[in-house]
Structure formats: C-alpha cells, structure tokens
C-alpha cells in the first residue's frame, strides 16, 4: 500500500510504502473510529439523559390517552347492551299487545257476525299492485328507534278504536238481549189473551192481566229477554212461576209451571230455558201464563210478542 503526502506550503510531495501489518493496524482505526463514536453516543443515551426522550414524558402520556380510550369504549359498549336489552323489551311488548289485538279483532268478528274468513287477524293483510318506480326519491334506511316509535303511536291508535268498536257492539248486543221480543214458548198457541174476558172457573167477567200458551205437559218455557231472575218458586194463584228482570223498568213472569229450572240471582239468556210447561196453581191444563211489567203496571204481551227483533 502507498501513501503520497502533499506539503501544502512548497507544493511538495512525498510517497511512502505501508507493509502488510501496517496496512492492517490502519485499516482497523478507520473502520473502529465510526464504530467507537457510536458506541459513545449509546452509551450517553442509555445513562439516563437522552432515554428521557423515549421512555419519559411521551411513554406515559401515551399510556394515559390508551387508557382512556378503553374506558371510552367500555362505555360505548355497555350504552351499546343498554340500548339492545330496552328495544328488546319494547320489541317483546310490542309483539304481545299485537296478540292482543288479534284476539280482540277476533271478538269483534264473532260480534259483528261477520263472514268466517273476511276477517282473518292470524295473518297479514293481503296486498299488491304494480310496480312503479317513477317517483325518483332514493330509499333511505330509517332510524331503528323511530320505526319502534311509530309503530308504538300505531298499535295505540288501533288498540283505542277496536276497544271504542267492541264497546259499541258489546252495547248493541245488550241492548238487543234485552230487548224484549217474542214468545215464552217454542211450540204452543195462544189460548187466552189479555185484558177483560170470562173466568174459567167461575164464569163471571174478570181481568187476565198476561196471555196464556197453551202447549204439552213438559214443554220448555223460555225467557223473551235477558235478565236477572227475582222470583222462582210458589206463588198465590200462579203456582210454580219465575220472574225475570229485564233492566230499565221492564220485567216478564212465566207462571203454572211443572218445574222451575233457574234460581234467584241467575242471569238468563235471551231464548233460555227458564223452565218447563205445567198446570200448577189455578190452572185448567198445561200452558203457561206469561206477563208483561213496565214500571210496576201490567201491560199487554201481545205489543212484544209480536215486536220487531233487534
């Protein structure tokens, strides 16, 4: 290996020739030197001044602001299952009152005497049309929440205007249950009417404040209206009698019976059997003697047997 040195001054140069073990010493202080320094440089950042840099302040501020963050989400998540268990109770209600609604629409059909099949709750409303797709609005995916919201508004306002329907048709029922109409008997003819006539058993004038049906032994005698029986048993001249009370100041009373099949305190039917055709009491034969009270006074059947029924 030669090396020239160049005198700066006189411009002077001057070779000299390195041996092999001096060309390996020089060698090696070229390559250590860069190696030492940064040897120096680790050593000074590792004593304690220049790892302050990496392991101080910023280590701590970024183990603060992860901490936080996890927090942060830990709470997201639990809002998040707050949210998801509230709207599946409200979903779960939801779906209970539109069972509800179901049975009550079934009511009101079975009320209303409508079609079997016009109505039918168990299954969704059928629909259709065709398609048209010329009103250029992008559909948009709506807010979860308010969809429920809606939905809730809806299924009150049907809930309100089915039960309002159910109380006008559960009224009209009643009412026409206790309408009275028609005759205390199923099979039979009338007999003897009401007002003045002959007695049967003296013959002189009398008043017959009912009409009798007169019919075979046994027969059913049934309730022209509903009501609340007030009377079953004995009484002076009509024998075995049932008396039923019809509201409104209206009561009927079914008397010579063979049997009486209802009690006081029971709620009849309109068209039940109350009881069956006899002769006891002052009686000639099986039939049975039907009367009409309005506001504590006879008055004549014949205007209800023959009534238009509701």
Request: aromatic letters at 6%; charged letters at 25%; glycine letters at 12%.
């Amino acid at each position: 290996m030669k090396v020239i040195v160049v005198n700066k001054r006189h411009g002077r140069t001057r070779s000299f020739t390195l041996g092999g073990w001096t060309r390996l010493v020089v060698s090696v202080c070229l390559l250590g030197l860069p190696m030492g320094v940064g040897s120096l440089i680790g050593q000074h950042l590792n004593s304690g001044e220049g790892s302050d840099l990496f392991t101080g302040d910023s280590t701590k501020a970024w183990n603060e602001a992860l901490e936080k963050q996890k927090l942060q989400v830990g709470a997201t998540k639990r809002h998040a299952q707050e949210q998801l268990s509230a709207l599946t109770l409200r979903l779960a209600e939801l779906q209970a009152r539109l069972v509800r609604l179901d049975a009550l629409g079934e009511r009101l059909t079975t009320m209303a005497k409508l079609d079997k099949g016009e109505f039918d709750f168990s299954a969704a409303p059928a629909m259709g049309g065709p398609e048209n797709s010329s009103s250029g609005e992008v559909w948009r995916e709506p807010d979860f929440v308010k969809v429920i919201e809606r939905l809730t508004d809806n299924i009150e306002n049907r809930e309100q205007q089915l039960e309002t329907l159910e109380a006008l048709l559960a009224k009209r029922k009643i009412q026409s249950d206790i309408f009275i109409a028609g005759r205390p008997v199923k099979k039979g003819w009338m007999s003897s009417r009401f007002g003045r006539r002959t007695d049967p058993f003296h013959g002189r004038i009398a008043w017959h404040s009912g009409v009798d049906f007169a019919g075979s032994q046994g027969a059913d005698v049934i309730s022209v209206a509903a009501g609340v029986v007030t009377w079953s048993g004995k009484r002076s001249g009509y024998g075995q009698m049932v008396e039923v009370n019809h509201g409104s100041g209206f009561s009927t009373r079914y008397a010579h019976n063979q049997t009486n099949l209802v009690k006081v305190g029971d709620v009849v039917k309109k068209g039940q059997t109350v009881a069956e055709m006899g002769s006891s009491g002052r009686s000639t034969g099986p039939h049975v003697h039907f009367e009409v009270y309005k506001h504590g006074r006879a008055v004549d059947p014949a205007a209800y047997i023959h009534r238009t029924h509701r």
